[in-house]
């Protein structure tokens, strides 16, 4: 088995399973090679760490599209792919590379396999013709896909996808859950924000809820971490009456989050648009109340209804919270539940389901010959 993977990049979240996928393949006298179209993603602090896996990037001409997002027109595919010689292609995402990438497995009758993180609604707010082409041929052409989510799938079957060619495959955490979990009085942030203090996750939201919070006398302290500009935010936080409790950070890279996630009593997820939502599954893993909003794509995987909220009602997300915090036997019963449901969150499970894909997908592509 010989298994060419091309990407945008490797988030930490899946590095671990990518090499894991690679010692699947080593195993049967194989080989699994990573090709991506990009070197790094904006507004992350990742380090670049050498790969337990065969890894290449594309040259390319890179245009921005605003905040973590570009477009990439890629040089080289073809002949990469050539060089790997797979007997399976697995592609993740819809660019101008992957569409390229198909048409040379479909030359070569190879079999794809499409892996997407996100939903019918993240899918939506980057929809544009040239993305609606692209990604009809590529659901069209593949012979596996796989989802992060269980809307994920829903949306793979809007396309006319069998649920049976459908493998759910939960995305893992960045970084190894912490062994040891404190409990509620051990947690000095009533409420925390860990991610990119941006509109589009509801960084807003996030600020009026802690000054509603503050007004009714419900917290003492409130963390965010990932300002992208420190002075701008430490503005915010002075113009919404907070600056007396709140402890402001930078970008952090994902080995330094579990030690604000466990000092935390509640982290809050009120996003615009999130295709999955890694940042929800590593809070609940360091055993921080999550709440999130409906536009976040794992949400109904890992929480419960009544902690699924609308991204702009700051209010709703203030009683939430205040609910919690005035009820420490809650909020531990959630706590237990919230990690229960994240179990299948590992490099792992996430290896051995790309790893199912794969041989389905050759079996399908076999069986149609």
């Known amino acids: ?112 396999v499409v892996l997407f993180d996100g939903w019918q609604r993240s899918d939506a707010a980057y929809d544009n013709r040239v993305r609606r082409v692209l990604r009809q041929s590529l659901i069209k052409q593949a012979s596996g896909f796989i989802a992060a989510s269980s809307r994920g799938k829903d949306w793979f079957e809007t396309f006319g996808v069998p649920p049976d060619q459908i493998t759910v495959s939960p995305i893992p955490t960045s970084f190894a859950p912490p062994k040891a979990i404190p409990d509620f009085n051990h947690r000095p942030f009533d409420i925390l924000w860990c991610g990119r203090t941006t509109t589009a996750k509801g960084f807003e939201t996030f600020l009026q809820t802690a000054r509603i919070l503050k007004s009714r006398q419900a917290i003492t302290k409130i963390g965010i971490i990932g300002a992208l500009n420190m002075s701008r935010i430490a503005q915010q936080v002075a113009e919404h009456g907070l600056s007396d409790i709140a402890d402001i950070h930078p970008l952090l890279p994902p080995e330094c989050l579990p030690g604000f996630l466990t000092q935390a009593k509640i982290c809050l997820f009120p996003s615009h648009n999130d295709a999955y939502g890694v940042g929800v599954v590593e809070a609940a893993s360091c055993g921080t109340i999550v709440l999130a909003s409906d536009a976040v794509g794992c949400a109904p995987d890992v929480l419960a209804s009544d902690q699924i909220l609308p991204p702009d009602s700051a209010t709703d997300w203030a009683t939430a919270c205040e609910e919690l915090l005035t009820n420490p036997g809650k909020w531990d019963h959630i706590r237990a539940t919230q990690s229960a449901s994240i179990t299948t969150n590992t490099a792992d499970h996430h290896a051995r389901s790309i790893w199912q894909a794969v041989l389905a997908a050759r079996s399908r592509s076999r069986d149609t010959a």
């Not at 091309?6 to 049967?28: D, M």
């Not at 290449?56 to 570009?70: D, F, H, K, V």
Request: charged share 20%.
């Open 1 to 112: 088995m010989k298994i060419a993977l091309l990407t945008n990049l490797v988030p930490p979240y899946r590095r671990a399973a990518f090499g894991l996928v690679a010692e699947h393949a080593k195993s049967v006298g194989g080989t699994s090679h990573v090709i991506c179209t990009d070197l790094d993603e904006t507004q992350h602090i990742w380090a670049r760490q050498s790969a337990p896996f065969s890894c290449r990037s594309l040259s390319a001409l890179r245009i921005p599209l605003g905040e973590n997002r570009r477009l990439s027109f890629n040089f080289g595919v073809k002949r990469e792919l050539a060089r790997t010689a797979p007997n399976v292609l697995i592609l993740s995402g819809f660019g101008p590379a992957m569409w390229r990438a198909q048409r040379w497995a479909k030359n070569h009758a190879i079999p794809t």
